[in-house]
């Protein structure tokens, strides 16, 4: 649920079972990508939208990352600092100012939006408007805040100015948008586009083109023929909706899904032994904790009867034991979190989750007011109950035994905490709109530990379309983040971050839990490349297949 939603929520019904009949594939049967040259991937929700500056959960990232482009690309090691580690894509070079001040990137010759139009430099500044104004409200805006302007120094040339020079300008000016086509959308009223036509059948300038959207069943793209670093090998991508894991999993032993970007870890070692299906560890950077809301869900003006104090908060990060819940829901799956990003982005700067203390927690809340009547569960200050709901996906198994572990712990220092499973989509719809008082998620983030402001910084929080969904605010935070994103060399950046992780920390706006291992299943014969831990699917077009896929199921020995 920070890409550009920097994090992304991951969190539909089973389609029909003649979804893909359209295509050639067998009704509820088998497919052989060597022959079709079709790749069908499941997705465990369905896209809300396929507009990039208002996507806020992974699988409208997945899809809409095949059609449109960014002005350049990381590299597997993602490295943030300059712009060593990015590759050319829309932009075929670019030239830093003297001053580092501004950087100009010059379109491809051979750039082309998919209805034969060239891509210009009015394209990149109208995109940069896009994402910025606010009657958009793009959850991608408050890390763009850094750039100034974007000119058109010629057709072919567009020039990113910067209010000040730091590490990361680079990794701002490219990462965060992708670009759109002016000639389509400028006509459109910003505030209208969530409204428009396009957020649900896009076009671009990536190696696919959009073919259909089906509700509840799949999203089809077309290689483009015309792409001009090189059609994929594959006609098509069809990314079927598969909330339920399980029948994803029946279906992708089966030869109807080809790739289960996510397998549960309870089904790596039967998938092991099938021999239909690889089983391929992803680089991860995603995390699962649970999301607090600091306001009123019924009135956001207003904070909330519980979660609006934080000492209760404190009180209850401090309740649970990450290390007894990871290894109890997750296994081999997780580690226990140690900050509120995963290990990897906090790269050395000390965050101190605090240490799991049931008795330190009960006097917490004790000692502000929160009493436990004789012979009573649940404590209460005045007329209010330590008690509120935490809402989890019906689907993930994982994350349903971790609520329960948490409803035990809770209830020892006198917190009442009732699990509701929804679908999906329905969580994410939930916790996108304020509505829920806690909520289990898993986050899936950038490369860039920055982009935690768009979880947790004010200007995230402006509006209803934001993605500071629990509402927190802190004036110290959003000063050590900006602090650490207008660094000038590494060692400040980190300085500043570690304050920004201790204020969270001390805030307490989640309970974090822990960092995710990612297992993919794959058909033998598919060949991934370029996967990275903050996008799995950044290479789809490369991706091949060789040989003749099995056309049965082989049962495990």
């Known amino acids: 649920m920070p890409k550009p939603f920097a994090q992304r929520l991951r969190a539909g019904t089973r389609p029909a079972p003649c979804a893909i009949l359209a295509l050639g594939i067998a009704c509820a049967g088998p497919h052989d990508p060597s022959r079709d040259r ?29 059609i449109l482009e960014r002005l350049a690309e990381p590299d597997s090691t993602l490295d943030t600092m300059g712009d060593r580690a990015f590759h050319p894509r829309l932009a075929e070079s670019w030239e830093w100012s003297k001053d580092s001040l501004s950087i100009a990137f010059r379109i491809a010759d051979n750039a082309r939006w998919h209805d034969g139009a060239p891509v210009t430099a009015r394209d990149v500044r109208f995109t940069f408007a896009v994402y910025t104004d606010t009657a958009v409200a793009s959850p991608a805006a408050p890390l763009l805040a850094n750039i100034d302007s974007v000119a058109v120094a010629d057709e072919r040339v567009a020039v990113f100015w ?100 996510y397998l549960r870890p309870g089904d790596v070692a039967g998938v092991s032994r099938s021999g239909r299906l690889t089983v391929l560890p992803w680089p991860s950077l995603s995390s699962g904790l649970v999301m607090l809301n600091l306001r009123d869900p019924a009135r956001r003006s207003r904070p909330h009867m519980i979660f609006g104090d934080r000492s209760v908060r404190q009180a209850l990060a401090r309740a649970v034991s990450r290390e007894r819940v990871t290894a109890a829901a997750l296994g081999d799956g997780g580690t226990a979190a140690v900050g509120p990003l995963p290990r990897a982005l906090l790269r050395g700067t000390p965050a101190g989750l605090p240490p799991f203390d049931s008795a330190a927690a009960a006097s917490l809340l004790g000692r502000t007011g929160w009493r436990l009547p004789p012979g009573a569960r649940t404590r209460r200050r005045g007329a209010v109950p330590l008690e509120f709901t935490l809402v989890v996906s019906s689907t993930a198994t994982a994350g349903q035994r ?80 900006e602090a650490a994103a207008l660094a000038s060399d590494s060692s400040a950046a980190r300085a500043a971050a570690s304050r920004a992780w201790q204020t969270l920390v001390r805030d307490a706006p989640a309970i974090w839990l822990y960092d995710l291992k990612r297992t993919a299943a794959i058909r033998r014969c598919i060949h991934p490349y370029g996967v990275r831990a903050d996008a799995w699917w950044s290479a789809l077009a490369q991706w091949t297949v060789a040989g003749v896929c099995p056309s049965a199921r082989r049962p495990p020995t």
């Open 38 to 66: 079709t790749l069908v991937i499941a997705l465990a929700a369905e896209p809300t939208v396929l507009l990039p500056p208002l996507i806020a959960e992974t699988p409208g990232f997945v899809v809409a990352d095949q």
């Open 402 to 481: 971790a609520a329960v572990l948490m409803q035990d712990e809770l209830r020892r220092i006198g917190a009442t905490v009732d699990i509701e499973t929804v679908d999906n989509a329905t969580l994410g719809e939930r916790v996108s709109t304020h509505r829920f008082d806690a909520a289990l998620i898993d986050v899936d983030w950038d490369p860039n530990p920055l982009s935690a402001r768009q979880l947790w910084g004010t200007r995230a929080d402006r509006s209803d379309e934001g993605s500071n969904f629990g509402g927190y605010r802190s004036d110290a935070f959003d000063a050590s983040i």
């Open 162 to 261: 910067f209010h000040r020079r730091h590490v990361q300008q680079f990794f701002d000016a490219t990462y965060h948008m992708r670009i759109l086509p002016r000639h389509v959308l400028g006509g459109v009223p910003r505030g209208s586009l969530r409204n428009s036509a396009f957020v649900r059948a896009p076009m671009g300038s990536g190696p696919f083109r959009f073919a259909r959207w089906v509700p509840g069943q799949l999203v089809e793209l077309t290689a483009d023929t015309t792409f001009a670093r090189g059609r994929s090998q594959f006609d098509r991508l069809v990314f079927t909706i598969a909330p339920d894991p399980l029948a994803a999993r029946v279906r992708a032993l089966d030869g109807e899904i080809d790739v289960l970007p």
